[in-house]
């Protein structure tokens, strides 16, 4: 099995647990508030990496506190990390609400991420060469993503785009093309085509209408709706597992890690994104963003749910 190498951003994320949304300034007391290391690039490392890839991070910290709390809690996991260090520059931080049905409102300062250059993603081109699978998000910037995936594709790697927070402004056709896998949720799905699907049919043509823009394949996550694809020859959903959701952060960088991880270890489409789904729906019943993240034992062990072909 070839790494899993991941581009994208390290944050500290700052989460507080509501019991009801506040209006428009309204004052309202949290019932928990936490920190840990986030940011859709090491979450989605550390989920893989808790799964059973070789994991390599690619990322940039700043020089704060914050940077070396993310550096050192990166170093005690088994992701192999390409930081870069930006003196003067803060570290990422996330700033997440998460309401009484678990879902979450999240505001992000990039900081040292806005540092991650198509230059940086140059100076580590023999680690993406070497991976199976390279996975990227939109919490970077578009160059040095388009970078990290022009050296992937040259060298036979699958390159899969998580298009979240949603590109604003809108990227151009061509972008689309530079990515084999597209997996944005039910909101990006509909920034990126003007209509947002809300069944599992509606999941499954709106993953056709993305591949038309000249990918490979599309995934589309629905939450608590299911999961909806459209890649080379297959095509299909499955619905979602039935769990208590408490915290849906991280849950689609978890599943961006396992489907990457998967598909590394040689699964075909169908498989990969049933076991990514399987690992998404355990870091929902969790507090958190990577420590929410489920190991490979956790996913052994749990009863394999039978899904009905569609």
């Known amino acids: 099995m070839k790494p899993v190498a991941i581009v994208g951003s390290i944050n500290i994320d700052l989460v507080s647990y509501l019991d009801r949304w506040p209006k428009v300034g309204e004052t309202v007391a949290v019932r928990d508030t936490t920190s ?25 910290i700043g020089g704060d506190s914050f940077g070396q709390d993310a ?27 998460v309401g009484p049905d678990g879902n ?3 505001r992000i300062s990039g900081g040292a991420n806005g540092f991650v250059s198509a230059a940086h993603v140059a100076l580590h081109a023999e680690v993406i060469r070497n991976s199976g699978v390279v996975l990227l998000q939109n919490e970077i910037g578009l160059s040095a993503s388009l970078e990290a995936a022009k050296i992937a594709r040259a060298a036979g790697s699958l390159v899969i785009m998580d298009p979240a927070p949603a590109p604003d402004p809108a990227w151009k056709q061509e ?16 920034e990126l085509l003007g209509a947002q699907p809300k069944s599992l049919e509606d999941g499954e043509k709106a993953a056709v209408s993305l591949r038309k823009l000249g990918l490979r394949g599309a995934i589309v996550t629905m939450g608590d709706v299911g999961v909806a694809w459209s890649f080379d020859d297959s095509q299909g959903s499955l619905p979602a597992l039935k769990v208590k959701s408490i915290d849906t952060v991280a849950a689609g960088d978890c599943f961006n890690g396992a ?7 040689g699964e075909t489409m169908r498989n990969a994104i049933a076991f990514a ?7 929902t019943t969790r507090k958190g963003a990577s420590r929410s993240l489920p190991t490979r034992s956790e996913l052994d062990n749990l009863p394999n749910p039978v899904f009905a072909l569609n």
């Open 259 to 265: 489907l990457a991880t998967s598909l590394a270890e």
């Open 36 to 60: 840990s290391l986030g940011g859709k690039g090491a979450n989605q490392a550390f989920a893989a990496a808790l799964l059973g890839a070789d994991t390599i991070l690619l990322g940039a």
């Open 71 to 97: 550096k050192a809690q990166l170093a005690s996991s088994s992701v192999r990390c390409c930081l870069s260090e930006i003196p003067n520059a803060s570290t990422g931080l996330a700033f997440i609400d």
């Open 277 to 283: 789904l399987r690992a998404a729906a355990i870091a």
């Open 175 to 190: 972008v689309f093309g530079s990515f084999d896998i597209l997996t944005p949720n039910a909101h990006e799905a509909g």
């Open 104 to 106: 979450n409102m999240i």
